[in-house]
């Protein structure tokens, strides 16, 4: 005795099917079944009464299976049947592409099967649209990742390109710990530090007689002013006293602190000439231009 259930198949217990009820049966365990004869002609179609995606095929009857087959199928199928006829049926499923009037094209999986008549095949087909749909997505989706990638690629260049040319000493500090996200090159220099040194450090470690909760408190304070107060520090490394003008922005939902560095020469040599820091324009995707300076900070903090 089997558990497979293969000795009920082969001791002659299973009842006759009646043919009004085969082919009931045959739609049901298929999208879509052929009974295609030794010359290739469709002798019968049959479709599965739950899906009506395909319409009605009758008028394939009695005709090539070929006529209705993609031009990359028809090669295919040709190979498989010729191999069946010859006694070797395919042991792998055979995807083939269906085309009636140029309209419309779908994917279909066959299995060859044998049957009472002579030299005919019984082709049991699954609908690969809903598969084929899903690739399509996918596809689709991978593309807008790439597209998202390379905008945001581009976007990075140009923040680079302005960071590294601009005239003040910026450094972008994280409110939640306190840490530099990021710092342009006049920022190392005036803290006496290089670029890749500086991230990831606290920006109250780079001070004297300063805190970090006490020093992200006043950068806060300071951001709620008009007039854009400055805080004033003064740094381990150089031992110089500069002023951070800070301005507060979120990005990714975490809230950033944006700090100009301003040394105490800088602060003199502008008090003198009255000249303020220059901008930067920077072109946008939607034809707007950002400003970098003072500009620029009044428009962060609007």
């Known amino acids: 005795m089997t558990t497979d259930g293969s000795s009920f198949w082969t001791s002659g217990a299973v009842p006759l099917i009646e043919p009004e009820f085969l082919s009931s049966i045959i739609a049901a365990a298929s999208d879509i079944a052929l009974v295609v004869s030794a010359e290739g002609t469709i002798l019968s179609v049959l479709l599965n009464d ?4 395909f319409g009605n095929l009758s008028h394939w009857e009695g005709r090539p299976v070929v ?7 028809i090669e295919k199928f040709q190979q498989a049947h010729d191999a069946y ?3 070797h049926p395919p042991k792998k499923p055979l995807e083939l592409n269906h085309s ?3 309209v419309w094209q779908y994917p279909v999986r ?3 099967h044998r ?11 699954r609908d690969l649209r809903p598969i084929a749909e899903t690739q399509q997505q996918l596809v689709q989706a991978q593309i807008a990742l790439e597209q998202g990638y390379e905008a945001s690629r581009e976007f990075d260049a140009r923040y680079r390109v302005v960071m590294s040319n601009v005239d003040d000493a910026i450094v972008f500090v994280s409110v939640q710990t306190g840490r530099i ?4 090159g006049r920022a190392a220099a005036l803290l006496g530090l290089k670029p890749d040194a500086l991230v990831g450090v606290t920006l109250a470690s780079l001070f004297k007689d300063r805190s970090g909760a006490e020093l992200t408190e006043s950068l806060m304070n300071a951001t709620l002013t008009d007039g854009g107060e400055a805080v004033p520090v003064r740094t381990s490394r150089t031992h110089q006293t500069i002023d951070l003008y800070p301005t507060l922005f979120r990005a990714a939902g975490q809230r950033v602190l944006m700090c100009r560095l301003v040394g105490s020469e800088a602060i003199a040599s502008n008090t003198d000439s009255g000249i303020q820091s220059c901008g930067v324009a920077v072109p946008g995707n939607d034809g707007c ?14």
């Open 50 to 53: 739950q899906d009506d995606s």
């Open 67 to 73: 006529e209705f087959l993609t031009e990359e199928s």
């Open 85 to 87: 006829m010859s006694g």
């Open 100 to 102: 009636d009037n140029a």
């Open 110 to 112: 066959y299995t060859f």
């Open 115 to 125: 049957f009472g008549q002579e030299n005919g095949v019984l082709l049991l087909g």
């Open 181 to 184: 996200e990021d710092a342009n």
């Open 289 to 302: 231009h950002c400003l970098y300076g003072p500009a620029w900070h009044h428009a962060v903090r609007q």
